[in-house]
């Protein structure tokens, strides 16, 4: 997995990762980073975007496969 940093948004904490955005997508996120995420994502709909196909495709896989 690449884990380059993502756009900061201005004034936040650690830059966003690619990383931060696979666990944001399998709610494996500590509530604070989440928040981080959430503002992001709100400012980065590209990236929302790519959160959301990531949750309908393990979604998809879960309904196949449990």
């Known amino acids: 997995m690449n884990d380059k940093h993502l756009h900061p948004l201005p004034g936040a904490g650690a830059p966003i990762t690619e990383a931060d955005l696979h666990a944001y997508a399998d709610g494996q996120l500590l ?8 503002a992001f994502l709100a400012a980065h709909p590209q990236d929302q975007t790519r959160v959301n196909d990531w949750q309908a495709q393990r979604r998809a896989l879960h309904a196949l496969l449990d």
Do not use: L, Q
Request: aromatic content about 0%; hydrophobic content about 40%.
């Open 31 to 38: 509530p604070a980073r989440r928040a981080d995420v959430d």
